[in-house]
Structures are given as C-alpha cells and as structure tokens.
C-alpha cells in the first residue's frame, strides 16, 4: 500500500507540470498568458455554472473529471494552437503517446485515460456538454482581449465557424451569445470574413 501511495503522489507531482504549459490565449483581464491548469480550473467552474443549460442531464462529476484532466496530456505533448493546420497533423499521435506516460503513472490515474478518450471523442452528452465549453472558453478571451490569438493566427470566419460548430449540440443555450462574438469579431476586424 505505501509503495502505491507513493506512485500516487508522484503521479500529483507531475501534473503540477500543467501550470507551466502556456497556451496562446490569455486571461480574460488580458495581463497574462493562461495557463493549462488556469484553463482546466475555469472549465471546471463553467461546468457547474452551465449545468442547468445542459441540453439533456449530464453526470457533473464526470463533466468536472472531464475538465480537469482533458489537457493533462500537454504536460508531454504540449499545447496545439486550435488553427494550428501543421501543428494539428501529428498532434493526435503526440497525445496518444502522452497518455499512455501519464496515465499509467498510478494505478489511480488509469480512468483518467478513458475520460480522455471519451472527452475527445464527445459522442457522449457529458463529453459534448464538457467539449462544448472547452470551445467557449477562448472564445471569449479573444472576444474580450480585442481578438488576441485569431489576431496572431489570422483566422478566418471559416475556422471559426468550425471550431465552435459543435457548441451547437453540446450546449445550444450558449449558441445565440457565441454568435454574436463571431459576428462583434468580425465586425471590429478582428476575425477575417
């Protein structure tokens, strides 16, 4: 038992990791980059706050494991910018192989691994309801830091449009409000038409 509880704790060191994982977008007050761990908190939080908005009733506990462990794998993999073509050619091989590392880390980290999968599938309500957020989150980083990281990208309506497509399914109550983001970012020239 003592061996295992060790594992344990050095599976928990290791995901400290994700506070050091930077992704493109950044807080919603603009004063830094955010974080993996920041974004997976705050998804988290959306999660509890939106449940009511759920399209059909979703299990919160496995919503919330969903969000907190969707981008563990970038503590090996790293961050993959969403309009990132090259980037988004290997990144499910680069993930997958994370995985693998990581979750086998503890014997009580192994469930994590078919949460991830069955997030990044989201075929199921909860993984589509918790993939649904995932998709809002820097949607309104960019909508609220002057187009921020669609700026740098130089995305398009387009690509947009496909990232957020599956918000309409997993949490369509949001679907209005996410639109008129799209349509303010195009608007003040921040989203290329």
Known sequence: MERNIEKAFAFLIEIDKMKTILRRSLTYDGSKREDDAEHSWHLAMMAMI?????????????????????????????????????????????????????????????????????????????????????RIQPLISNHLNHGHTWVQGGVTRAQIDARVAPIREGLPAAWDYVQSIIEDGVKDGFIKP
């Open 50 to 134: 939106l449940e009511p908005y759920a399209p059909t009733p979703v299990d919160i506990t496995r919503v919330l494991k969903m969000t907190l462990i969707h981008d563990l794998v970038e503590i090996y993999a790293g961050d993959t910018f969403a309009f990132d073509v090259k980037g988004h050619e290997d990144k499910l091989a680069r993930e997958t192989a994370a995985a693998e590392k990581l979750f086998s880390l503890c014997e009580e980290a192994r469930p994590f691994r078919e949460l991830w999968e069955e997030f990044d599938a989201a075929e199921t309500p909860d993984a589509k309801f918790a993939a649904s957020l995932d």
